[in-house]
């Protein structure tokens, strides 16, 4: 029991949980994007699907080690390791590693994002989170962080391993000194791939109340682009080269193009067979140019997050 300054006592206490001084809440959007990422953290098959992604760089791991423990026991010596090791073009053994996570991304932001504003709009739970101290802005970030950020992680963990592993192991074999650059490069492109699948995936779920039916949307988008990309490659190859230019563009013209795009027009490569296997009948396709498909990729999330924003709606309180 506690009294006023006028001696009268004061009955119930329990709503004065805190008595310091009251100041404005700050990293609302934190909370919000920590409560994302915690409940992702709980689900099993997005471990297992984090994992599955780096399977190019855990076979590639497996096939290093096997072909230096029987060729460093070969009598000629060093000679046919430093041969296999020449055929080895180390960033594209990056950008391999890149492109064959693309498919395991696409389930990682279904997984993540196809609800994050869809499930919201069906529960009516935006009433609830922007009738408290925190705003669209607070809102927005705080899913895009929750759905960038594993898929960022998806990307970095398993690149920076294998960086780490060659960088170690295959020093004498031009693993550094072939692009001293390689690892900032890495450390620019990868964050694309979180930026852009969160941003569309964010703008995708908003226009939904279901998060089943804006995971489909999202899934059938990448599919048909990609589809798409997959003609103008095999156009490209059939005609050895000799297409018009306008294929190599346009051979980059879905979701999972623009990031191999983006990647290859950073880390300054064509492309080479995967594994150092020889393939002469493969015709790389250029880069595209990196304004181009930067652009592209920057333009489609900002618009993305605007029509986000757009169909976030703030609750109106109506005094009595």
Known sequence: MSTVPNGGPIADLSYRGYDGPLESPRMRWWVIARQGIQLALKRKGLWAVMIGSAWYYLVMLIVLFFVQQVLSANPMGEAPMAAF??????????????????????AVTI?????????DNRSKALMVYLSKPADKTDYLLGKWIGIALPIWLTLLVPTVMFYGY??????????????????????????????MHSSLMLGVSSLFDQGRVAGATYAGIYFLTNFFTVLMGAAWNSSRGEAPAFVKTLYYGSLDGLLIGSFKAIMGTSGTPPF?????????????????????????????????????????????
């Open 166 to 195: 060659g960088a170690l192991t295959f020093r004498q074999y031009g693993f550094i000194s072939d692009d001293p650059w390689l690892f900032p490069k890495l450390m620019a492109v990868l964050p694309l791939a979180a930026l």
């Open 276 to 320: 150092g296997i020889q393939a002469p009948r493969a015709i790389a396709i250029e880069p595209p140019p990196i304004v181009l498909v930067l652009g592209i990729v920057l333009g489609l999330c900002v618009i993305s997050l605007g029509l986000a924003w757009r169909k976030i709606r703030a609750v109106e309180v109506v005094g009595g």
């Open 111 to 119: 997984m993540l994002g196809s609800g994050a504003i869809a499930n």
């Open 85 to 106: 090791m020449k055929r080895l073009v180390w960033k594209d053994q990056f950008l391999h590693g890149f492109s064959y996570a693309q498919l395991p991304l696409l």
